[in-house]
């Protein structure tokens, strides 16, 4: 697949190459060159999910990798179920937390470790910051990954046990640091790391967050697959889809299966109180501002990284973005009531998901028909869903497991040289 920078076409680069973590040189993000429509389409959707997401990224990446190869990795990467569930008459919840961390992420983190496993030829250290949900499916994903070391970094005190357990658990090639200050303090250490050219050579340093063009890709064929069951649930209905968003990964992705001709009528932006998107789509003016802390914590994003990516996809022209989307935003009362009338209709939620329903009933035309991601499993929230709806989330194993495990995390200090002190060590002590 050929690749532009966002901000200079003739920037170019390969999938695998981006994927190992080289951005564009001008501080743009790498977007596909072309997106052609397929005319085959419901010829497509007839397929199992397995067989057509191979063929969605065989044909993406076909000039890139032999199918055969291809095919056996995203069998692998995408090994468990993703349901489409009823929850209202209109409105059906594509589950996408059914995977190791239990949560969407599992899809991008799966595929890139895959990728990069398959790709690179020299060590690597990837190196990311997480508030939460991130660094548990990077950390899974990335586990016995031959040639791969991972390094997670997390604000102390401020991720969920049960998050803190699935970063710090895991042992083998991966470390987290526990940080003594904000998730923005993580980040500030992480980008000075990536700016030392010596050290990010030395340890082969690559970036598994959003910005990665590997994990968006990964992302596609589940809109395929939420369209499909639509279209079975809801014939001759128009699908609109509504995406809780943060750094707007998803969104993107849903938005170039679109570009492909997937049937969706539109999508629907769904954002906590950090409304930095829906103010630009309503007002015209884009004013990215700091994040601020709500129930939805994973979308806690005050200047979306992708939103970068979805301006160009759309010419950056406002008419064009206001065409292709609706939009709105649900502050942490208006989350709360949604999670209770969800459960009002037998479906227990978390903040996240219950953001994107409560934003699609609000966009829902006569005669559509609505499907929101449900993007993490309320187990990974029951600290906030439990009390609220007065149920019990029984833990999935996967969670449940992790209790009886030792958190096996660093201290550290906001101190980038001594995180680059700490990673030029040898890995090796750390038990198992
Ligand atoms: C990361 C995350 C989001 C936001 O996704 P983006 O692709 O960053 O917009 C939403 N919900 C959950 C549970 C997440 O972990």
């Known amino acids: 697949m050929n690749l532009v920078s966002t901000r200079d076409a003739r920037l170019r680069s390969s999938f695998r190459a981006a994927a ?27 397929q199992p999910f397995a067989e057509r997401s191979s063929e969605i990224l065989a044909r993406l990446l076909g000039g890139e990798w032999e199918r055969s190869a291809l095919d056996t990795l995203v069998q692998d990467a995408f090994d468990f ?46 190196l990311t910051a997480t508030s939460g949900d991130t660094g548990a499916a990077v950390a899974a994903a990335f586990r016995d990954r031959a040639g791969v070391r991972v390094a997670v970094l997390y604000p102390r005190g401020r991720v969920t046990p049960l998050q803190e357990r699935q970063l710090a658990c895991c042992g083998g090639n991966s470390r987290a640091f526990a940080v003594e200050g904000s998730f923005d303090d993580c980040q500030a250490m992480v980008r000075s ?40 649930e809801h014939p001759g209905r128009d699908v609109v889809i509504a995406v809780p968003s ?17 049937p969706v009528q539109t999508f629907v932006v769904a954002t906590n109180s950090n409304r930095s998107v829906p103010d630009h789509l309503e007002t015209g003016e884009y004013r ?35 065409m292709a989307l609706r939009w709105g935003w649900c502050d942490d009362k208006a989350t709360e009531q949604a999670m209770r009338t969800l459960h009002s209709h037998g479906y227990t939620s978390e903040p996240h998901a219950a953001v994107a329903w409560h934003v699609l009933e609000q ?50 200090e906001v101190d980038a040289a001594e995180l680059a002190r700490r990673l030029r060590q040898p890995w090796g002590g750390l038990g198992d």
């Open 193 to 232: 790391c990536f700016a030392d050219a010596v050290l990010a050579s030395e340890l082969g340093l690559m970036s598994a967050n959003s910005i990665n063009i590997g994990r968006l890709l990964a992302q596609m064929p589940y809109f395929f697959e939420g369209v499909a069951r639509m279209r079975e």
């Open 363 to 412: 966009n829902l035309r006569p005669g559509e028909c609505g499907l929101f991601l449900g993007t993490a499993h309320p187990a990974k929230f029951l600290n906030m869903v439990e009390p609220l709806l007065g149920v019990r989330v029984p833990l999935p194993s996967s969670l449940s497991m992790l209790l009886d495990m030792p958190v096996r995390s660093e201290p550290i």
């Open 20 to 46: 190992l973590g080289a951005a564009p040189l001008d501080g743009g993000l790498w977007v596909p060159a072309l997106l052609s429509r397929w005319d085959d389409i419901p010829q497509l959707l007839d």
């Open 288 to 322: 990215p501002r700091p994040s601020v802390a709500t129930h939805s914590s994973a979308m806690d994003v005050g200047a979306p990284s992708n939103w970068e990516r979805i301006r160009h996809l759309h010419g950056d022209d406002i008419g064009a973005l206001r």
């Open 246 to 262: 943060g750094n707007f990964g998803n969104l993107c992705a849903g938005l170039y299966a679109r570009a492909l001709g997937l």
């Open 81 to 126: 179920p993703v349901p489409v569930t009823a929850v209202t008459a209109h409105a059906h919840v594509l589950e996408l937390f059914h995977g190791p961390s239990l949560a969407f992420k599992d899809f991008g983190a799966r595929f890139l470790a895959r990728v990069v496993e398959a790709t690179s030829t020299s060590e690597r250290t990837v």
